[in-house]
């Protein structure tokens, strides 16, 4: 069975802080794995990583995968208070190719 | 720019009863799914469709069905209502297939089920 594992379950930072969510799988025949950030609707995408060591960026998010180790992280640097919310990970799995494996997800609170 | 529209967005049922979760796209996605999230949990796979007229199951359809008569509609029915089926459910869509190049999924902003 497929597996995303995320941690950790959820972490209290102080704003200006830098925080790494983690997030491992174990994924039949891996194409991707993508993050997503979830406040208090719908998650909203940031981003796709297929490539081993390519760091992806946008602002102060980054994030790398590991594809050896089977795990990507997401870094946030320099915290701010709207980026409290449950960050997602997910893999798209082997299961008629259409579905996505989601993590349990990370809950961030960014205390000001 | 409406993107993925879910109603409604709260929902108390009785055990036994039936609805239906409307969604509608307006990107022209092949692609569109439900799922749910329980409280601490990841999003589950409930039922996916890969365009008009093409549906099937994901992980857990038990007690849902789906048709897909347009590209921009997707409606989840729940027969027989059940308390395990309180949950928050999410409709997405994407343009291609999930993970792939053009498979980000866009997700519509939930509707809250209660079953009592």
């Known amino acids: 069975e497929d597996k995303v594992v995320q941690s950790p379950l959820s972490l209290v930072v102080h704003e200006g802080d830098t925080v790494t969510l983690n997030c491992s799988y174990e994924?039949?025949?891996?194409?991707?794995l993508l993050w997503y950030k979830q406040e208090k609707k719908a998650p909203t995408f940031l981003f796709m990583l297929t490539s081993s060591g390519i760091e992806k960026k946008s602002g102060r998010l980054s994030s790398i995968l590991d594809k050896k180790e089977l795990f990507s992280i997401l870094n946030i640097t320099a915290t701010q208070t709207g980026d409290s919310a449950v960050y997602l990970c997910a893999a798209p799995s082997n299961f008629g190719n259409e579905k996505l494996t989601f993590g349990t997800g990370t809950r961030l609170t960014i205390i000001p | 720019n409406a993107g993925v529209t879910q109603t409604p967005k709260f929902r108390i049922l009785k055990i036994g009863q039936s609805m239906t979760l409307q969604c509608a796209q307006d990107?022209?996605?092949?692609?569109m799914y439900w799922y749910r999230q329980d409280p601490g949990m990841g999003l589950k796979l409930i039922y996916y469709s890969v365009g008009a007229g093409i549906t099937d199951k994901g992980e857990v359809p038990n007690g849902y069905n789906v048709s897909r008569s347009t590209t921009e509609d997707f409606p989840l029915r729940l027969e027989l209502a059940a308390p395990s089926q309180t949950s928050v459910y999410f409709c997405?869509?994407?343009?291609?297939?999930?993970?792939?190049?053009?498979?980000?999924?866009?997700f519509g902003e939930g509707s809250r089920l209660t079953v009592l």
């Open positions: 994924v039949t025949n891996f194409r991707s």
């Open positions: 990107m022209n996605h092949n692609y």
């Open positions: 997405a869509s994407s343009r291609g297939l999930a993970g792939g190049p053009t498979g980000e999924l866009f």
